[in-house]
């Protein structure tokens, strides 16, 4: 079955970096459309980047130029590179990855069928 399973977060002060990972297993890693998003209590979950199974990447217009989504093919692992972190950028991070298909090749991302990792926390004071 599929498992997403993110890292890396935790207190950091604004103006510095953290680098959380995503470690995913049960489908086949270079198939799948995979992203990061976010979520502040009372808000809805927002995408902060998203990697194409051909790997092109979008970014929120909030955090381009300061944080860098990548992927290790190797070890089955996406990156969330996160730098200048600013106060707003406070928030639960989830890793997403899109439904899988028979032989665990994923389908296209749809948010009715994602896969979700528990989140990990990121806080940035000022």
């Known amino acids: 079955q599929v498992q997403l399973v993110e890292s890396g977060g935790g207190p950091v002060q604004a103006g510095g970096s953290l680098k959380l990972s995503c470690k995913a297993s049960?489908?086949?890693?270079?198939?799948?459309?995979m992203g990061w998003y976010r979520q502040v209590p009372g808000k809805e979950r927002d995408l902060v980047a998203s990697?194409?199974?051909?790997?092109?990447?979008t970014y929120a217009e909030s955090v381009k130029g300061r944080f860098t989504a990548s992927q290790d093919h190797g070890r089955n692992t996406l990156y969330l590179q996160m730098n200048s972190l600013k106060t707003e950028d406070t928030a639960v991070y989830y890793c997403?990855?899109?439904?899988?298909?028979?032989?665990?090749?994923?389908?296209?991302?749809?948010?009715?069928?994602?896969?979700w990792g528990q989140g990990t926390q990121v806080t940035v004071s000022s």
């Open positions: 997403s990855a899109a439904g899988v298909l028979d032989l665990g090749v994923c389908g296209p991302w749809r948010a009715e069928t994602a896969n």
């Open positions: 049960g489908f086949i890693f270079s198939t799948c459309a």
């Open positions: 990697i194409s199974s051909d790997g092109a990447v």
